[in-house]
């Protein structure tokens, strides 16, 4: 946990499902302001189409104008892509790290991608394998790992035959995530551990939900099992709009003040992902799930 990568979705997975679409140089303020916070990894968008989801129907805009604006910031822009068309936008744009998966729900992945379990893996691994001879930084993950909320509980064996396909591909940055909210503490540490007894040198992400008040706790278990990089959203928000209950995830301020009060991840400028949390909750009219942007940070707050 000493250096614990923290992977900001709120341009992506915390705006998705908002009816109020931001305007892009606001978006661009608030990416940069985040990028200048020393995260390492910013999920600036995802290429879908702009009819299904228009909050996105800028994200190309946005990865050109981030290439020119990045000037010293180390963060890592990942995009996220559903098909060889979004690769394509992806690659011609600049996106520096490609996030692409696999819904263990067969309905889940065809009401978010319109294709089979079975058909979006024979779709995903060799765009995955295209990202890596192109020379960019690719994350495969599977979605639904731990629950569905059209399905129920997902058996671990669907979850682990992909994740198998994934390392037998050569594909080792792997993402769980728990797209409906249902994981519990000790249901990620197995799926977890399970993967690094198959693949000792898996980079293990963990995207978690707050949908019934175990995110946090999910995330810390996730940590303590070993994986590598937590996702996490501004002020908590976000939610898959193609799941039964949508809802937002681990806020990136709460798990960063969390990690500083141990005197982990001092390097990230905490006021400043607050002050970012607070603009997005301003813009949109309403208290976000967060905590640490509402009550303030115990202790030095860094700036």
């Known amino acids: 946990m000493s250096k614990i990568l923290i992977h900001e979705v709120g341009p992506r997975d915390g705006l998705q499902v908002e009816?109020?679409?931001?305007?892009?140089?606001?978006?661009l303020d608030w990416l940069g302001r985040l990028m200048e916070a020393g995260l390492d990894i910013i999920q600036v968008g995802s290429f879908v189409h702009p009819g299904k989801v228009p909050q996105m129907a800028d994200t190309d805009e946005l990865f050109r104008s981030l290439s020119i604006r990045k000037?010293?910031?180390?963060?890592?822009?990942?995009?996220l892509v559903l098909n060889e068309k979004g690769l394509e936008r992806g690659l011609a744009c600049g996106v520096e790290m490609f996030c692409m998966g696999v819904s263990a729900s067969d309905t889940h992945?065809?009401?978010?991608t319109g294709m089979s379990t079975l058909e979006a893996t024979q779709r995903i691994i060799p765009m995955a394998l295209a990202v890596k001879a192109a020379g960019k930084?690719?994350?495969?993950?599977?979605?639904?790992?731990?629950?569905?909320?059209?399905?129920?509980?997902?058996?671990?064996?669907?979850?682990?035959?992909?994740?198998?396909?994934?390392?037998?591909?050569?594909?080792r940055a792997i993402s769980l995530a728990d797209t409906a909210g249902h994981a519990h503490p000790a249901q990620v540490k197995a799926s977890i551990q399970r993967i690094l007894a198959m693949e000792p040198n898996a980079e293990i992400?963990?995207?978690?939900?707050?949908?019934?008040g175990l995110g946090t706790a999910n995330v810390y278990a996730a940590m303590d099992a070993g994986a590598t990089a937590i996702e996490t959203s501004f002020g908590g928000l976000g939610g898959c709009p193609f799941t039964k209950v949508a809802a937002g995830n681990v806020a990136t301020e709460d798990l960063v003040h969390g990690l500083q009060r141990t005197g982990l991840r001092l390097d990230i400028k905490l006021a400043s992902l607050i002050s970012v949390a607070r603009d997005v909750a301003t813009f949109f009219g309403r208290d976000l799930p967060g905590c640490v942007y509402r009550t303030g940070p115990l202790g030095l707050e860094r700036g």
């Open 137 to 171: 930084k690719v994350q495969v993950s599977v979605q639904s790992a731990f629950g569905c909320g059209f399905e129920g509980p997902i058996p671990e064996q669907r979850v682990m035959a992909i994740v198998e396909a994934y390392l037998a591909a050569g594909l």
């Open 109 to 112: 992945s065809r009401k978010n």
């Open 71 to 79: 000037g010293n910031s180390k963060a890592v822009l990942s995009g």
């Open 19 to 27: 009816p109020r679409v931001v305007p892009t140089e606001i978006k």
């Open 205 to 212: 992400t963990a995207h978690i939900h707050n949908t019934y």
